[in-house]
Every structure is written in structure tokens, then in C-alpha cells.
């Protein structure tokens, strides 16, 4: 089981960039994902971006895809989530994630995440 730990979030006013982190804990698999959702009220979980071990990213919603950046530092363990433009519709649960290998057809699938950080709060006010 990897373990990962969130940290970021938080309130900001549309327009406004934020980042989030999610630190991993070591593990040995060869392929995986790496990747992050997210979730809005009474809705169901979100796919946002996901990080393959091959190095290839996969953004959901096109909404997102020139907005946000996910991205990897080896050394420290951490995966981020750069979010810049903020609008209000981003405001969700933010939640990283460790699963299998995923291409655009199912890093959305929840059977791909096996692993997941606690959450965090974003708030985009208008």
C-alpha cells in the first residue's frame, strides 16, 4: 500500500493560482500512475491529471488541460498540481492518488486508483 500525504489547498479568488503536494511514500512497482482528482459537492469523484511511470501525462476535463500541470520531483518523493486561472467551477475536494498505469480511456476509471491522500479543500471565489 502506498501512502501519500497532501498538502496545499486552501481559498483564492478567481484567477488565482494554487499548488498542491502529495508526498509517497517509497514503493517498487515498475508501472503505475500517479494522478489527481477531484471532488465537488454532491458529485461524484473527478478525474483531473494523471502522471504515468513512463513519464506521459493525461489531463481530464478540457476545462483543465491549459489551466492545470501535474508534475513529478523523484527526490522528494512529490507529485504537485499546479493550478493556475482559477475559476469558481474548480472549487472541490482535491485528492491525490497511486494506481495502475492508465491511458486516456481509463485514468478516469475509479478501479485504476488504489491508493489515496487524504483530500484537500480548494475554494475559488468570485
Known amino acids: 500500500q502506498v501512502q501519500l500525504v497532501q498538502s496545499g489547498g486552501g481559498s483564492v479568488q478567481e484567477g488565482g493560482s494554487l499548488r498542491l503536494s502529495c508526498v509517497y511514500s517509497r514503493f517498487t512497482f515498475i508501472t503505475y500512475a500517479m494522478g489527481w482528482l477531484r471532488q465537488k459537492p454532491g458529485k461524484e469523484r473527478e478525474f483531473v491529471a494523471a502522471?504515468?511511470?513512463?513519464?506521459?501525462?493525461?489531463y481530464g476535463a478540457d476545462s483543465v488541460k491549459s489551466r492545470f500541470t501535474i508534475s513529478r520531483d523523484n527526490a522528494k518523493n512529490t507529485i504537485y498540481l499546479e493550478m493556475n486561472n482559477l475559476k469558481s467551477e474548480d472549487t472541490a475536494v482535491y485528492y491525490c492518488?497511486?494506481?495502475?498505469?492508465?491511458?486516456?480511456?481509463?485514468?478516469?476509471?475509479?478501479?485504476?486508483?488504489?491508493?489515496w491522500g487524504q483530500g484537500t479543500q480548494v475554494t475559488v471565489s468570485s
Open positions: 502522471l504515468n511511470s513512463d513519464g506521459n501525462t493525461i
Open positions: 492518488a497511486w494506481g495502475y498505469f492508465c491511458s486516456v480511456n481509463d485514468c478516469s476509471s475509479p478501479t485504476i486508483w488504489r491508493s
